[in-house]
């Protein structure tokens, strides 16, 4: 099972960081690390209901605040014990590509040129993390960033605050856009999903740039790099045209050593039927075993 700290103070990104045997690591294309062995001192400043508030020094004068769970905090400090107090005080964060290309897409589908690199293969790290800690976070630079990853009746879920965009000056209900994650497993999920409610069709300008702008950069975050033809596609209109409303399979992706699930793009839009003019997009994700 991935294990993940969130580092909340300091010189590093303020995000949530994989921890692995020998290093931290940011990121899925422009990969950022931290090695073990260049932390020189772990001092566990308090704990407050199970998260662990801990302090890194480094050999290189930076530090950083991080919070994590007991058993992350436990690894962490097994890990620090055996490979740590080594440093050799070099710039960080290091900066890495990613490895090699292990995936590769189907083509054939002349829509898939929208979103998928067909030029070349695709790495597993460009079909986007399985992790749910990450997929709840992709948007939290665009105004929506989600609660808690939570258990209810079996199925787990975070989702977002609308945010309001257009917001009216008439007392009607603004536009606005929302970001859901949803699965059946505690650690992964099965549907990423933005919803656009559009309340006011007549006063939509801002919400179109908006929503296309965050439909963009879901997509960057998935990917794991800039997707450059989104500069010139119109995703609402897209939808509007019914052009992805059909699921299109993006690729296959391997998450640990036994198991691999195939990844499908759709968007939609829905007429409400207690609403004379209202109506919401939907652009999803869906990961299909």
């Known amino acids: ?105 189907c083509t054939g589908l002349a829509i898939l040129a929208i979103f998928l690199f067909i030029s070349r293969g695709a790495s597993e790290s460009d079909l986007g993390s399985i992790a749910r800690l990450d997929a709840c976070d992709y948007l939290a630079k665009n105004n929506l960033p989600t609660g808690d990853w939570k258990e209810h009746y079996g199925e787990y879920s975070c989702n977002s605050e609308y945010y309001d965009v257009d917001v009216s000056n008439n007392n009607s209900l603004s536009n606005n856009i929302a970001y859901y994650v949803q699965g059946t497993s505690p650690t992964i999920w099965d549907t990423l999903k933005i919803v656009g409610n559009v309340n006011t069709p007549k006063d939509r300008d801002e919400f179109n740039h908006q929503f296309n702008k965050t439909i963009k950069s879901f997509i960057d975050s998935f990917s794991g790099k800039p997707v450059n033809i989104f500069a010139k596609k119109d995703v609402i209109m897209m939808i509007d045209q019914g052009k992805i409303e059909s699921p299109i399979k993006l690729g296959k992706v391997e998450y640990d050593e036994n198991n691999s699930a195939s990844i499908f793009l759709s968007g939609k839009k829905i007429l409400w039927k207690n609403s004379s003019e209202g109506f919401e997009y939907q652009f999803i994700i869906e990961r299909r075993k």
């Open 1 to 105: 099972m991935m294990k993940f700290i969130n580092i909340i103070k300091g010189d590093f990104e303020q995000t949530k960081w994989m921890l692995e045997e020998d290093k931290l690591i940011l990121g899925s294309y422009n990969v950022q690390e931290i090695p073990i062995r260049e932390i020189i001192s772990i001092e566990k400043k308090e704990v407050i209901k199970k998260d662990y508030y801990v302090v890194f020094k480094l050999g290189s004068g930076q530090n950083f605040t991080a919070m994590m769970k007991e058993k992350n905090y436990n690894h962490l400090y097994k890990a620090f014990l055996s490979k740590g107090n080594n440093p050799t005080n070099i710039n960080l964060p290091i900066k890495n590509k990613p490895k090699a290309n292990k995936v590769w897409f």
